[in-house]
């Protein structure tokens, strides 16, 4: 097992817990290029290891990020360049699409991503944390969809994952006018799970919670993760078919034999990775 070495991120493993933080606090980790292919390429990795179960998704430095680096976006006119209108458009298109994926990786990813936000989350941060399993902050974050600001429609995930997670309403509100949510409110509309008085508080907590899950079936965790995604598009017809269809396949396993055996024991399961 050999952990990435990354420019943008740095990623530590301990107890089958990866915590991954964007690592440009001179920068406020604003996201340059390279931050969201590492993004991708650290994500497929937890994906794939066996013994990462959980990861959490942090900052390094005064903030959790602010957003899309403006240095990337001045540079993608030279980027996309071409003699032809059509070509350059098409150039466009693909990068932006490259983009989602590279935050569509957190939620492709069959293990939980917990993120942890202090600080400023803003513009393609909110994107960010959008694809994330749950989001936890401290009461003086501030979370902003700043691409109206700036003259853009936020485009790599907040106005198609955000509306399932506070409701149409407030995003119209919240796009239409970029204003700030502190993190007090952003728990009371449903943003993020829970909000802590300080961001030691915040990490000391959030570990706390990734902890809990690493220890839980990780075949069961991958399964839950697997039927509240597909829940998103999908009517509940359609998910019971599908939750039958996986225990049919995936229910009979060594974890179930364990957790029961643990029970009857009076002992913590130990699930194999």
Request: some cysteine; overall charge positive.
């Given at each position: 097992m050999t952990i990435p070495t990354c420019e943008t991120l740095k990623i530590e493993l301990l107890d089958a817990v990866a915590t991954v933080e964007m690592n440009r606090p001179e920068k406020a980790n604003a996201m340059n290029l390279r931050m969201w292919l590492e993004l991708r390429e650290a994500f497929k990795w937890i994906d794939e290891e066996p013994s990462v179960r959980v990861a959490v998704l942090r900052g390094a430095g005064p903030c959790f990020t602010a957003g899309i680096d403006l240095e990337l976006l001045a540079g993608v006119r030279q980027e996309i360049a071409d003699q032809c209108d059509g070509r350059m458009r098409e150039k466009l298109r693909r990068l932006i699409l490259d983009l989602q994926d590279s935050l569509t990786a957190l939620e492709r990813c069959r293990k939980p991503v917990l993120a942890a936000i202090h600080g400023h989350c803003l513009g393609g941060?909110?994107?960010?944390?959008?694809?994330?399993?749950?989001?936890?902050?401290?009461?003086?974050?501030s979370f902003s969809i700043k691409e109206i600001d700036v003259g853009m429609t936020a485009d790599?995930?907040?106005?198609?994952?955000?509306?399932?997670?506070?409701?149409?309403?407030?995003?119209?509100e919240l796009a239409y006018t970029g204003r700030p949510v502190a993190g007090t409110e952003a728990k009371e509309i449903g943003l993020v799970n829970h909000s802590y008085a300080s961001a030691g508080m915040l990490f000391h907590e959030v570990a706390k919670i990734a902890a809990i899950i690493a220890k839980k079936s990780p075949l069961s965790i991958r399964g839950i993760k697997e039927m509240v995604n597909y829940a998103h598009d999908h009517s509940v017809a359609d998910g019971l078919n599908y939750i039958a269809t996986w225990n049919a396949a995936m229910l009979m396993s060594e974890d179930l034999t364990e957790a029961m055996t643990?029970?009857?024991?009076?002992?913590?399961?130990?699930?194999?990775?």
């Open positions: 941060g909110v994107d960010l944390i959008c694809a994330c399993d749950m989001r936890y902050c401290c009461h003086d974050a790599v995930g907040t106005l198609q994952r955000l509306p399932k997670l506070i409701g149409e309403g407030m995003v119209r643990a029970v009857r024991a009076k002992r913590e399961p130990k699930f194999r990775d």
